[in-house]
């Protein structure tokens, strides 16, 4: 069974940082393009980065120079590492795996995990 796993959620202040890890189980994450996605209360799911198996990379506008995706291939990780953090930024953050050969910020990923909540507040 394939399985996603998101970790590293929690209060932070603004202007602070997290790092959101994302795991798996059942199957190689480095196959697969993965997407991270974020939704806040009373909105829509929305696409934050994304990383191809090929080591492509796209973010949102917003989060341009603040966050930075990567890969760890020997923990079958994939790590947001979000710095400079705002209130809007609050959500709760999925990761999701895919067979895209673009990054792409559509939902549009077959294996999704739980989420972990993200909150920036002062």
């Known amino acids: 069974q394939l399985q996603l796993v998101e970790s590293g959620g929690g209060s932070v202040q603004p202007g602070g940082s997290v790092r959101l890890s994302c795991g798996a189980s059942g199957f190689t994450l480095d196959y697969y393009a993965i997407g991270w996605f974020r939704q806040a209360p009373g909105q829509e799911r929305e696409g934050v980065s994304c990383?191809?198996?090929?080591?492509?990379?796209n973010y949102v506008d917003s989060v341009k120079g603040r966050f930075t995706i990567s890969r760890d291939s020997a923990k079958n990780t994939v790590y947001l590492q979000m710095n400079s953090l705002k209130p809007e930024d609050t959500a709760v953050y999925y990761c999701?795996?895919?067979?895209?050969?673009?990054?792409?910020?559509?939902?549009?990923?077959?294996?999704w995990g739980q989420g972990t909540q993200v909150t920036v507040s002062s």
């Open positions: 990383i191809t198996a090929g080591g492509s990379t």
């Open positions: 999701a795996a895919g067979f895209q050969l673009s990054c792409v910020l559509r939902d549009e990923y077959a294996y």
